[in-house]
Every structure is written in structure tokens, then in C-alpha cells.
């Protein structure tokens, strides 16, 4: 079992930044890449980014790639999403995930279920 905790959602300008924080429990943290996904109001939840058990590798959607870093600590159990350059339509309930993974350099296809959910942190961005 996997809970996760996002932190550092909140109201930001346009154009400004915002870091994003998970907080995993358990023991088996570096068995799971690890996801971003975002939805927005009357929107499906999408992709954002992924990151590998190593942290080695990484994917972005098209949509925040060159804007938005993912990385991960596994000696603090925490992921990260560092976002920059802001955009109006970036506004979101962004949600961390937990993939199982077999290999420590793969990255989950971005339509894979994962197997565990944070709650979710609001980010708006005005402009």
C-alpha cells in the first residue's frame, strides 16, 4: 500500500512558477515510477509528466515540455514538479501517481492506470 500527498498547489501569475511536492509512505517508494496528471474543470484528467524508479528518465506532455521538471528523491520518499513559465491554461487539480514498475530505467506509457493516487492540489494560474 501507497499513500500519497501532494503539496504546494496555489494561485500563481502568469508567467510565474510553482513547485509541486508528493510525500509517499511505505517502504516501496523506488518499486513505482512515478506520474503527474492534471484535470481541469469539465476536462478529462491528462498526462503531465513521468519519471522512471531511478529517476533517470523522464516524459512530458507536449503541452509543458521545456516549461515543466519532474524529479524525485527516493531516500525522502518524495517526487517533485517544478513548473514554470505559468500559463493560464495550466490551471488544474493536479494529482501525483504511483505506477508499478519492473525495470528502474522505464517510463510508464502515459495511458497506464497507475496503481495509487494523491488526493489532488489546486493550481491557478490568472492572467
Known amino acids: 500500500q501507497v499513500q500519497l500527498v501532494e503539496s504546494g498547489g496555489g494561485l500563481v501569475q502568469a508567467g510565474g512558477s510553482l513547485r509541486l511536492s508528493c510525500a509517499a509512505s511505505?517502504?516501496?517508494?523506488?518499486?513505482?515510477?512515478m506520474s503527474w496528471f492534471r484535470q481541469a474543470p469539465g476536462k478529462e484528467r491528462e498526462f503531465v509528466a513521468t519519471?522512471?524508479?531511478?529517476?533517470?528518465?523522464?516524459a512530458y506532455a507536449d503541452s509543458v515540455k521545456g516549461r515543466f521538471a519532474i524529479s524525485r528523491d527516493n531516500a525522502k520518499n518524495t517526487v517533485n514538479l517544478q513548473m514554470n513559465s505559468l500559463k493560464p491554461e495550466d490551471t488544474a487539480v493536479y494529482y501525483c501517481?504511483?505506477?508499478?514498475?519492473?525495470?528502474?530505467?522505464?517510463?510508464?506509457?502515459?495511458?497506464?492506470?497507475?496503481?495509487?493516487w494523491g488526493q489532488g492540489t489546486q493550481v491557478t494560474v490568472s492572467s
Open positions: 501517481a504511483a505506477v508499478r514498475s519492473y525495470s528502474s530505467s522505464s517510463i510508464p506509457q502515459r495511458t497506464t492506470e497507475p496503481d495509487y
Open positions: 511505505g517502504r516501496t517508494f523506488s518499486t513505482y515510477a
Open positions: 519519471v522512471s524508479r531511478s529517476g533517470d528518465r523522464t
